[in-house]
């Protein structure tokens, strides 16, 4: 007698194509056609196909070899703090943040920016940046900052 699967919460499919598009995406970003993306990951273009499309059938293992093939990484992170601490303003006022404040010496007159600006001149102005004197709340921001439109990480 065959054994019985043991129930199990559904699967919810939103996370998954979410993750499927970013990973496309990615790949895109970096003008990686999918049979090298999957040579790289040692999957089939097929599976990869259906990485990007969320399909909750494919292994975590290929998950894990694509995102790894383009420079990518998985983490998990508690949905409860992550929801608490992410919550990032529509406007980020410039006087909070002295570095950024700093970096964004050429617009006159204005006092908030939008969040993706933010990261985009802490990265194109890293250099600049004096992580020493880096306030923790701003710390904070550039890691909130990342982890929201850079994948967890500033490109600089």
């Known amino acids: 007698m065959p054994a019985t699967v043991p129930p199990h919460a559904p699967i919810r499919?939103?996370?998954?194509?979410?993750?499927?598009e970013r990973l496309r995406a990615a790949r895109?970003?970096?003008?990686?056609?999918?049979v090298a993306a999957s040579e790289a990951a040692g999957i089939s273009r097929v599976?990869?196909?259906?990485?990007e499309r969320g399909e909750p059938t494919v292994a975590i293992g290929a998950?894990?070899?694509?995102?790894?093939?383009?420079?990518?990484a998985f983490d998990l992170?508690?949905?409860n703090a992550a929801s608490r601490t992410s919550q990032l303003p529509?406007?980020?006022?410039?006087?909070?943040y002295?570095?950024?404040?700093?970096?964004?010496?050429?617009?006159?007159?204005?006092?908030?920016?939008p969040p993706r600006q933010a990261l985009e001149l802490y990265e194109r102005n890293?250099?600049?940046?004096?992580?020493?004197?880096?306030?923790?709340?701003?710390?904070?921001?550039?890691?909130?900052l990342s982890r929201e439109f850079g994948g967890g990480r500033l490109l600089v």
């Open 126 to 144: 890293w250099r600049h940046v004096d992580r020493i004197a880096l306030s923790e709340d701003e710390a904070a921001l550039i890691d909130m």
């Open 77 to 79: 992170v508690d949905a």
């Open 90 to 96: 529509k406007q980020i006022r410039l006087r909070d």
């Open 47 to 51: 599976t990869l196909h259906r990485i």
């Open 98 to 113: 002295p570095q950024l404040k700093k970096l964004a010496w050429q617009l006159h007159g204005v006092h908030e920016i």
């Open 13 to 20: 499919d939103e996370p998954l194509a979410s993750l499927g």
């Open 63 to 72: 998950w894990m070899a694509a995102a790894s093939a383009l420079g990518l």
């Open 28 to 34: 895109k970003r970096q003008r990686v056609t999918t």
